[in-house]
């Protein structure tokens, strides 16, 4: 056996290869030889993967933790007197919400589209620095209408950046690789809202200095920080997987080589799939219209039940000040364990949809105590609920955004879809700024809790149907394979150009 062929072995799970070209059966007398070919690949597989996953992930990581410090950052600013210096009702606090996620959702497509032209490494950094002046900004308005301009051009700016990530490294890792990435660039949602509160209560000690409010120190401040940090990565980020620095040329060739195995990347240069036909295709297909619900109803529950209003949550459970602001980190610092420890079991596994189920179980539990009246100690049990429901909502994500990326190809269809995810889950977060705000009030928001129950229920008859479709699937597939016809000898099956519908592309559960 040639060592090539156990070197992309190595670098991929087993139990995911797609069909290689048929090798006669090694002689004994190879034996030997092959078995410590196979350790040694299978031992520089690891180091190419941890060298990647040092170069790439500590910069997609910091850049998700900013854009989520920075959007949810209004939460913090809220009950330190935001709402009531500019004169706003819960209504208007709504709105502006409202106004972030408008363009967050509308220029999803368009910039995850665009990036195979535009490229990462340009894309990627120049959003930061946009969206980071446009945080900063926020601490210099006086009145409502100059924070919806502000939260207009955020969501306009940062929108693009989470559909655009997981593009990013769903095309650097093979897909039994990549949920456990996912998880930890995921996990920056969680610090980042567990590190809001403790930073929004070392800022907020700056009241008065400069003649500001404590809150406008918090969003000028932060948004500095993403401003240069942003522009740090123009020299950190590789656009693809060829270039990546850090790595041999021989380490980047064996990366390359098994992406190409995995069905992720092109084996010629010329990519004929990304055509507006395949772009039109993802949207009738029904493993991603499954997903797309799913993030709808996820992101009702996610997308400002947690990073917004938890800290008014936690105040109307009897919290008040600095403390507010610090009672909200614990749940997020479970959420962030939990995530990337249930990501690396479902990669080994290859499980995306028991991920999402147990998930959503703990969730719905959470918000039944949450919803449950006590006749002592409520507000202790309902801050404790937070620790079901805080993980359960978040730790959705990472598989779910994982799932689109495993079973969508090609790359078109791949950018389509995870582009398409976050259009779904912040159409949900709209429905939540307004679930939590002024259509169920604090303290009992019992409406919404009632909504989301119901929700989570969703979630999981979604994600079982998407496993049974995916079944059906892969069985169909296998019978085609063993019943085809061989054409002139050839073994080796390409699967990039037909994609996802090919019957090698076997779909991950």
């Not at 059966?25 to 070919?37: I, K, N, Q």
């Not at 809202?193 to 809150?215: D, Q």
């Amino acid at each position: 056996m040639s060592s090539a062929h156990h070197q992309v072995q190595a670098l991929q799970e087993s139990d995911d290869c797609l069909p290689q070209t048929k090798v006669e059966s090694p002689s004994t007398s190879d034996y030997d030889h092959d078995h410590e070919a196979c350790q040694d690949a299978a031992s520089k597989a690891g180091t190419v993967w941890t060298k990647l996953d040092l170069i790439v992930l500590p910069v997609v990581t910091t850049i998700y933790f900013l854009s989520s410090l920075d959007r949810s950052n209004i939460g913090n600013a809220r009950i330190a007197g935001l709402q009531r210096q500019l004169h706003m009702s819960d209504d208007q606090y709504s709105i502006a919400l409202t106004a972030t996620l408008i363009t967050y959702t509308v220029i999803d497509i368009p910039s995850n589209l665009a990036i195979k032209t535009v490229g990462p490494r340009l894309m990627i950094p120049t959003a930061a620095i946009l969206w980071g002046m446009t945080c900063t900004l926020q601490g210099l308005v006086h009145n409502y209408a100059g924070l919806i301009v502000c939260r207009l051009f955020l969501g306009l700016f940062e929108g693009g950046l989470l559909p655009a990530i997981s593009l990013y490294l769903s095309s650097f890792y093979p897909r039994r690789r990549l949920q456990f990435r996912i998880a930890i660039m995921f996990s920056a949602t969680s610090l980042a809202s567990a590190f809001s509160g403790l930073l929004a209560a070392a800022i907020l000690n700056m009241e008065g200095v400069g003649g500001k409010p404590g809150w406008a120190w918090l969003f000028i401040l932060e948004g500095l920080f993403t401003v240069l940090f942003g522009a740090s990565c123009y020299f950190m980020l590789p656009d693809t997987p060829s270039q990546i620095p850090g790595l041999s040329s021989k380490e980047r060739n064996l990366v390359v080589l098994a992406l190409r195995e995995d069905g992720i990347i092109n084996r010629s240069e010329d990519d004929t799939s990304y055509t507006l036909r395949n772009c039109i295709r993802t949207f009738s297909q029904p493993h991603v219209l499954l997903v797309m619900i799913t993030g709808f109803l996820n992101g009702t529950s996610s997308g400002s039940l947690t990073d917004v209003f938890l800290p008014s949550i936690v105040a109307g459970l009897g919290y008040s000040g600095t403390r507010a602001q610090l009672m909200s980190v614990p749940p997020f610092a479970v959420a962030a364990v939990l995530s990337v420890i249930t990501a690396f079991l479902a990669d080994r596994f290859g499980q995306r949809g028991l991920n999402i189920i147990f998930f959503a179980m703990i969730s719905l539990t959470g918000l039944a105590i949450f919803y449950g009246k006590s006749p002592s100690h409520v507000d202790h049990i309902r801050y404790g609920s937070l620790f079901l429901l805080v993980p359960g909502t978040y730790c959705i994500g990472p598989p779910l955004g994982t799932w689109a990326a495993n079973n969508s190809a090609p790359l078109i269809r791949r950018a389509t879809a995870l582009a398409l995810l976050p259009v779904m889950t912040n159409l949900g977060s709209i429905l939540s700024t307004w679930l939590l705000g002024a259509i169920s009030p604090a303290p009992r928001y019992t409406s919404a809790t009632i909504t989301l129950l119901a929700f989570q229920v969703g979630i999981i008859a979604c994600a079982v149907l998407n496993m049974l479709w995916l079944a059906k699937e892969n069985r169909r597939k296998q019978y085609e394979r063993d019943n085809i016809v061989p054409v002139d000898g050839q073994a080796e099956h390409d699967i990039t150009g037909k994609g996802d519908d090919c019957i090698w592309f076997e779909y991950v559960m």
